[in-house]
């Protein structure tokens, strides 16, 4: 028989309570103390929670966070065909109040360091002002259809970024707008080989697309940068002799200085473009067809690794940065770099100069020594203060010249 007495009953509630209380504890040990139950996501429309932080001038945190964005983005273009319009404007409102919140936070020389991230963040807000104008509304004290508003000049789009955002995200017959970014994001990241195989093996033997779509998030492709790049050319160069004359850019990538080289040469003058590859001849032949940009007729040479490719005595300037001429092994500077400037050489006129600005990577000594091999004589060279920390060498421009054809002597009588 079994006999319920009260003391039993009072062991038994203990053991109960005791038994609660190591659940408890078993929970917290597995979850954390910092748990919150699930809470309903906010609407479309509604911020997201701002990043309470100091700020800081290293933008590394800030850059990983907004690649983190890029990518979702990326991924939304890849499966929005597949995505309701609820859900569409859901992720774009997301991604654009993740961004705003994590530039708010940032200082103002971190968001100008950051204003590689003005291409996608304009096109997300493109993309949901079209969707849904009142969800877009919340937003317009940080975003417009052209992207952030608060990062001053940096976060502007001058005439050639225009002209590239409209071809790199708008123009699908020149690349995928999701492929575009991906090459943004592996740049941001320092991941160089994903992009020279992005664009497929139909490419292999050209790169030069994939690399013209990478200098587009350096933050250099910009008409502000081409000029910057002139006003250095012309520490060497006396600007009052370019006006009709020749002018060949050698490297000239995106195309940001030609703008400026316009304005130096005037409209009698000439600018000649000198690459490797066609997919810059590509690019600039789409860009020239907008009369945005003020660069006039250019002529476009394909060279070689050693052969620049121009006829003989040609040009009256040539100009070159971030080749870096005179850098790399002895081989490779005999085999392809002296063959190259000689090349360069015989397309000058005589008494034509030749620019050197590669940021002071050869030295100023082993650019020296190169030019004297090849032939042309030093002119003038202009040294720049830098902002690196412990930089290898000075940072300068150089200018050298062809020499002028000597002028023939008294007749030799003896030859008579």
Known sequence: MTVDSPGRRLRWSLLLILLLILGLMIRLVLTGPDEQPPTRPP?????????????SDDPSAEMNALVEVLEGFIAYLQSHPHLSRAERVDSLARSLNRSDAILEAASQATRSSLAIFKFPLRRMAEELSELDAEAMQTLSKHF??????????SWTFDPLEEVLYRTVFHDQDYIEPALAMQIMAWEVKGEKEPIWSALGPERDEDRTKADTIRQFFTGYASTRSGHVQMTRALHVLDPETLNGCVWAELGYGTGKIFEAVREAVGPQGSIVGVELGSGYEALIERLSRHPSLNWGPITLVRGSEDDCGLPAESV????????HVGMGSPETLETRTIPWLRSIKRAMRPGAIMVLD????PSIDRVRLVMARV????????????????PPQPD????????????PGPPDLKAR
């Open 358 to 361: 590669d940021f002071g990577a």
């Open 43 to 55: 609407s479309p429309a509604a911020p997201s929670p701002k990043v309470e932080r100091q700020a």
């Open 316 to 323: 009256d300037i040539v100009h070159e940065t971030g080749i």
């Open 396 to 407: 300068f421009v150089a200018a050298f010249r062809k020499p002028a054809a000597k002028r």
């Open 144 to 153: 417009n259809e052209r992207g952030y508003q608060g990062g001053g000049e």
């Open 375 to 390: 032939g042309l004589e030093e002119v003038r060279v202009e040294f720049f203060p830098t902002t690196r920390t412990n």
